[in-house]
């Protein structure tokens, strides 16, 4: 089965320093990845998706993902956190349909001044 | 282009009783799924439809839970009877065709069973 591990449940970093969140995959197949956030009391917004084209995967606010193979990774990045930054960050896979997605189990990220 | 809608926002019942919750998918999009979310935890697919046929509905509790997408278009989830560990956001997500051009999710319906 596809599944994702994101290896950190809280992150907390200082306002413009880098943001590293990190998603390790399992998959028997070429995955579909995807990082959503999730602000409080407010929906799941796509942040960036990987579909077997470039590697490296930009996304919106800054973000960007890299996928590597080789250690079967998918960690999100951003070179400086802006406080707006704060929420919950899921990795996902999609599953052996390819349809349905299956969600990690959150980092919530924690911005300080 | 409109969103997912969801309704209630909100839902508060008592244990052994049942509710229902509403989707209004993005016009054109086959394919809907529902989704709970835990406190705490990532969403967990509970059933999809393309077009108003199931195409997975494994982890959907069958003895309580039970969906339906009539005509294609609207779909509902029903939990009969409640129990507290229903307590969850339920998501409603729709997709023009595969995962793997992403979803749009709604806002969801925050379920509290006491």
């Known amino acids: 089965a596809q599944s994702v591990t994101q290896l950190d449940s809280h992150v907390s970093v200082s306002e413009g320093t880098p943001v590293l969140l990190r998603c390790n995959y399992s998959?028997?197949?070429?995955?579909?990845l995807f990082w959503y956030v999730q602000h409080p009391n407010k929906g799941l917004q796509l942040l960036l998706k990987y579909t077997s084209a470039a590697t490296l995967v930009k996304g919106i606010n800054g973000f960007e993902a890299e996928f590597k193979k080789s250690e079967t990774s998918f960690h999100l990045t951003k070179p400086s956190a802006h406080m707006s930054d704060a929420a919950e960050y899921f990795c996902?896979?999609?599953?052996?349909?390819?349809?349905?997605?299956?969600f990690g189990k959150g980092t919530s990220l924690l911005v300080t001044p | 282009e409109a969103g997912v809608a969801q309704s209630p926002r909100y839902k508060i019942i008592e244990k052994r009783q049942s509710v229902a919750f509403w989707c209004n998918p993005i016009s054109g999009h086959a394919t809907l799924y529902w989704y709970q979310q835990i406190l705490g935890q990532g969403p967990k697919l509970l059933i999809q439809?393309?077009?108003?046929?199931?195409?997975?509905d494994s982890q959907l509790p069958k003895d309580r839970f039970s969906a339906e997408r009539l005509k294609g278009v609207d779909s509902t989830l029903k939990i009969q009877p409640a129990k507290l560990e229903d307590s969850a956001v339920y998501l409603c997500a729709s997709s023009l065709i595969g995962g793997g051009y992403g979803y749009t999710f709604g806002s969801g319906t925050r379920l509290t069973v006491v």
């Open positions: 998959s028997s197949y070429s995955p579909s």
């Open positions: 996902v896979v999609t599953d052996n349909s390819g349809y349905a997605l299956n």
């Open positions: 439809f393309q077009n108003n046929g199931v195409v997975d």
